[in-house]
C-alpha cells in the first residue's frame, strides 16, 4: 500500500457477492483457488497465541512522554502515525522504518500503525494505539495476499500488543471511521507519514481553514522534538548500544581494508552494514565511505570510488538499534597505517578543533559555543598557515574560514540522525545545553581537489572527527571514546589490526 491510501486500503475488498478479492500479481501462476483449497486452508491451525508476555522496556517511559503530550493540549485528539510501506517497484517495497514520532510514544515500530490520544471529558486523554490485528484465516488473507502472515511473517495480536505496548491495543482498519466519525473534535496530527490519515482528518477540519489547521499540527510536532531534546535514563543506554555497536563496526572496517583495497568503497560500507544488520535494526543513514578526494564530498554516499593506500579514508556511519537509536561516528585514517606530514597536519587541526569543542559542552553552556569554539581553532590554523589572511576575528567575522570547513560543528543525535529537527530554536541551536541532551561535535577540514587557493599538497584532502557526547550535571560523556582520536592513537590502532602497518 502507498502512502496515499488509507488504512484500510491494505486490506481485502468484496466483489459483488461479498467474496473477498485479494490483489495478486497479474502474471503469476496460481490464479484460482478451488473451493475445496480454501475451505482446507480455513483449518488445521494452531492457536499460538502468546500469553506468557511482558511489557517492553521503554513501556513506562513512553507513558510519561504521552503524560506530557497529554498536558500540552488538554481536550484535543492528537493523531501520531507511523507511516506505512512505500513501493521501491512495482510489487515491492522499501524496508520500512517507523516515524520517529510514533516510536517515541509508544515503543513501537509496526508499519501501518498509529497513536492516537483521545480527549477525556474529565480532562486527560485516552491513549490507543491502532494496528494491523493477525491475518484472518477465514477469509484467506493470510495467504492469499502480499501482506498476509504467510507472506510477511506472524504480527502480534492485538491482546499481544497491548502487553507488550501497556496501551490498548485496536483494529487500524477501524481507525479511519473513529476519526472520520461524529461528532467532530478538535484534532491535530503529525503530518508527513500518512496522507491517508491525515485526508481523513483534513474533512473533519475544513471548518478550521487549511492554514490554521497546519500551524496546529506544526504546533504538535515542535512540542514533540522539544521533548525529545533531553533523553531520559533509557534512551541515553541505547545510545550507548548504537555507539558500541558503531565500534565493533569500525574496528571491522578496519580489519577488512586490504579488501577495500582490492575492490572499492562499497567494501567499506557493506562491511560497517554487515554489523549493523546483525547487532541493530539498519544503519542510521546512508553510509558515507569516502576515499582521497571523495572525502571532501560532504554527504558521499555513492562510495564506489577506489581507495588506496596513500590516502585518507573518510568513514561516517552510525548502527541504528532495534529500537531505532542511532549513532553518528566519523574517523578518518590512513589507508597505509600511517599519516602523511600533511595529511598529519590536516588531521591535528581538525582533532584540536575538536578537542575545543568537546571541552565547551556542559550544562548551561550555549548550544552554538562549542560550534563557535571549533570554528575559532580551525581559522586560527588556517590563518597561521596563510590560508586566510588575518587577523582571525576578521576571518571568523565575515565566516571566511567556511570555505574550507563547510558545515556546522554538530547536531542532536537521538531516533534520528539529526534530531529534534523542528524544535523550537529558542531551545535548540539558540538554546542552553542541559543534562541528558545527547549531540555530535563534528569539526572538518575539506581542501577540494579543484580548488586553487589551497596549495597543491592539500587539495584532495578532507579529514572529519566525530563523536556521540552526552551533556551530565558535571560536564560531558564521549559516548564513542572506545575509538581513538588523535593521530598517534589512530596510527596505533591501526598497527594492532592492519599486519602490514
Ligand atoms: N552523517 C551526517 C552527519 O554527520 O551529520
Ligand atoms: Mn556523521
Ligand atoms: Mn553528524
Not at 542552553?432 to 580548488?451: A, I, N, R
Amino acid at each position: 500500500m502507498t502512502e496515499q491510501q488509507p488504512p484500510e486500503d491494505r486490506r481485502t475488498t468484496e466483489d459483488a457477492t461479498g467474496a473477498p478479492v485479494f490483489k495478486g500479481r497479474k502474471n503469476g501462476p496460481y490464479r484460482g483457488v478451488s473451493a475445496e483449497l480454501a475451505e482446507w486452508m480455513r483449518t488445521g491451525w494452531a492457536d499460538t497465541e502468546r500469553r506468557d508476555l511482558e511489557p517492553v522496556e521503554q513501556a513506562p517511559y513512553a507513558a510519561k512522554r504521552r503524560a506530557a503530550l497529554s498536558a500540552r493540549f488538554p481536550g484535543e485528539r492528537l493523531v501520531v502515525p507511523a507511516g506505512d510501506l512505500k513501493v521501491r517497484s512495482n510489487d515491492t517495497e522499501y524496508p520500512f522504518r517507523a516515524a520517529s514520532d510514533y516510536v517515541y510514544l509508544t515503543g513501537d515500530r509496526s508499519e501501518g500503525g498509529c497513536l492516537v490520544l483521545e480527549p477525556r471529558a474529565d480532562g486527560g486523554h485516552d491513549a490507543a494505539v491502532y494496528l494491523l490485528p493477525r491475518s484472518d484465516r477465514d477469509n484467506g488473507e493470510f495467504w492469499l495476499d502480499g501482506h498476509g502472515e504467510l507472506w510477511t511473517g506472524r504480527r502480534h495480536s492485538l491482546a499481544e500488543a497491548s502487553t507488550l505496548l501497556g496501551l490498548p491495543a485496536r483494529d487500524v482498519r477501524t481507525l479511519a471511521g473513529v476519526l472520520g466519525g461524529a461528532p467532530a473534535k478538535p484534532a491535530r496530527i503529525v503530518r508527513g507519514h500518512d496522507a491517508g490519515l491525515e485526508a481523513v482528518l483534513a474533512s473533519d477540519r475544513s471548518g478550521e481553514g487549511a492554514e490554521k489547521a497546519a500551524g496546529r499540527d506544526e504546533e504538535l510536532a515542535v512540542f514533540l522534538h522539544d521533548l525529545r531534546l533531553v533523553k531520559d535514563e533509557w534512551e541515553v543506554g541505547q545510545l550507548q548500544r548504537a555507539v558500541d555497536s558503531t565500534v565493533r563496526g569500525f574496528e571491522d572496517v578496519v580489519r577488512m581494508l586490504p579488501e577495500a583495497e582490492a575492490t572499492s568503497e562499497r567494501y567499506v560500507e557493506g562491511a560497517f552494514f554487515l554489523r549493523a544488520r546483525v547487532e541493530g535494526n539498519d544503519v542510521g543513514y546512508g553510509t558515507i565511505a569516502a576515499s582521497g578526494p571523495n572525502a571532501t564530498t560532504l554527504h558521499w554516499v555513492r562510495n564506489d570510488g577506489p581507495v588506496r593506500r596513500g590516502e585518507l579514508l573518510l568513514l561516517d556511519a552510525g548502527v541504528e538499534t532495534t529500537t531505532l537509536y542511532t549513532a553518528d561516528v566519523t574517523r578518518t585514517i590512513p589507508v597505509s597505517g600511517r599519516f602523511t606530514d600533511v595529511q598529519r597536519r590536516v588531521y591535528d587541526l581538525v582533532h584540536a578543533a575538536q578537542e575545543a569543542g568537546i571541552a565547551e559542552v556542559r550544562p548551561g553552556n550555549p548550544f552554538r559555543a562549542y560550534h563557535d569554539t571549533a570554528q575559532r581553532v580551525l581559522a586560527e590554523g588556517l590563518v597561521e598557515w596563510g590560508l586566510l589572511e588575518g587577523p582571525v576575528e576578521r576571518v571568523v567575522g565575515l565566516g571566511l574560514q567556511r570555505r574550507y570547513t563547510l558545515h556546522g560543528t554538530g547536531h542532536m543525535l537521538g531516533l534520528d540522525v539529526h534530531d529534534c529537527a523542528v524544535a523550537r530554536t529558542g531551545a535548540y541551536v539558540d538554546g542552553l545545553l542541559e543534562p541528558g541532551m545527547v549531540l555530535t561535535v563534528e569539526p572538518g577540514l575539506y581542501f577540494q581537489p579543484d580548488d586553487l587557493t589551497v596549495p597543491e599538497e592539500l587539495r584532495g584532502i578532507g579529514v572529519r572527527i566525530e563523536d556521540d557526547i552526552l551533556v551530565t550535571p558535571e560536564g560531558n560523556r564521549n559516548l564513542s571514546e572506545g575509538l581513538p582520536r588523535s593521530s598517534a592513537d589512530v596510527e596505533a590502532w591501526l598497527a594492532d589490526r592492519l599486519p602490514r602497518a
